[in-house]
């Protein structure tokens, strides 16, 4: 896979989460470079799934209308079960990342499949440990891509939009 350069943010709410995303749109940045990876398991039934029929999308869960409205903006959606951290839904182009890095035998000694995926862009193990803990946590994750002007714009949108942490990972001679 090809590294790229990333901004990746934590929020600890999904209301947090969403204002980042909102600000992506009212911006006008290519939301095709954003994913959003959190878990949704609090329910009282204990069920999450989702399913695509055509172009609808149905959430059921405690979020289900948090994933809902973004599956219409984000490219790319799937639920993975992934060991120690538990059933994630990912939105936006990471989903194709994870399947790549999978496809490929990519899982690294001690990185989950999520892990690869990000390990595969070039975002390096150490923040990768960080972003799992935080999704273990019930934390929700953003990842913008693109080229350094893209990163440098997500950053500052992300800074303003009450992140727990904001990090910054650029591709050795990207631009």
Known sequence: MQKMNTAVAVYSTHPQAEEALRAFQSTGFDMKKLS???KDYHTEEHVIGFY??????????????????FWGMLFGSALFLIPGVGHLIVLGPLVGWIVGALG????????????????????????????????????????????MDDVTTAKRILER??????????????T
């Open 36 to 38: 959003i990876v959190g």
């Open 52 to 69: 695509n029929a055509g172009d609808r999308m149905k959430f059921w869960g405690k979020r289900g209308a948090f994933w809902g409205t």
């Open 104 to 147: 490929e035998g990519a899982v690294i000694g001690g990185l989950t499949a999520l892990g690869a995926g990000l390990y595969s862009i070039g975002i390096p193990k150490d923040s990768i440990l960080k972003y799992e803990t935080a999704l273990k946590a019930d934390q929700f994750v953003v990842v913008a891509h693109g080229s």
């Open 161 to 174: 939009t009450g992140a727990l942490s904001v990090d910054e990972h650029r591709a050795a001679g990207a």
